[in-house]
């Protein structure tokens, strides 16, 4: 998910990481994403987030300031971060998409062999 997508696909990982069986993901990939400040969403983020997730990073986002977004990550059991030095964008440079396939590869068994 990406801003506001990645902070609603957050709270779904939250459900599903809870035992929710309507929403079967195993694992999330939240760009320039950010914990609901609403009182009705805090619920979402009172328990560790046991889903595996890679958390993307700006650290010029002018949208979603990146300490929003590393505290939403703070949210999850052993978050992976990536930090790139952009703003408010889905960086595809080389080192990007290398860390985006290393993160992807643990879920795809028997790629790559």
């Known amino acids: 998910g990406f ?16 035992g929710d069986p309507r929403f ?5 990939v939240l760009v320039a994403a950010f914990a609901s400040r ?6 979402f983020y009172r328990e560790p ?3 595996p997730t890679l958390h993307v ?17 703070q949210c999850f059991v052993e978050p992976v971060v990536l930090t ?3 703003g408010h964008f889905i960086p595809a440079a080389p080192a990007q ?14 790629q790559g062999q």
């Open 3 to 18: 801003s506001q997508g990645a902070a609603l696909a957050a709270m779904v990982c939250a459900l599903r990481a809870r």
């Open 24 to 28: 079967p993901v195993t694992f999330a």
């Open 38 to 43: 609403a009182p009705a969403h805090g619920h």
């Open 49 to 51: 987030i046991a889903l």
């Open 57 to 73: 990073v700006g650290d010029t986002d002018a949208v979603i300031a990146a300490p929003l977004s590393r505290e939403l990550a």
């Open 84 to 86: 790139h030095p952009g």
């Open 97 to 110: 998409k290398k860390a985006y396939l290393e993160f992807l590869e643990r879920f795809c068994p028997g």
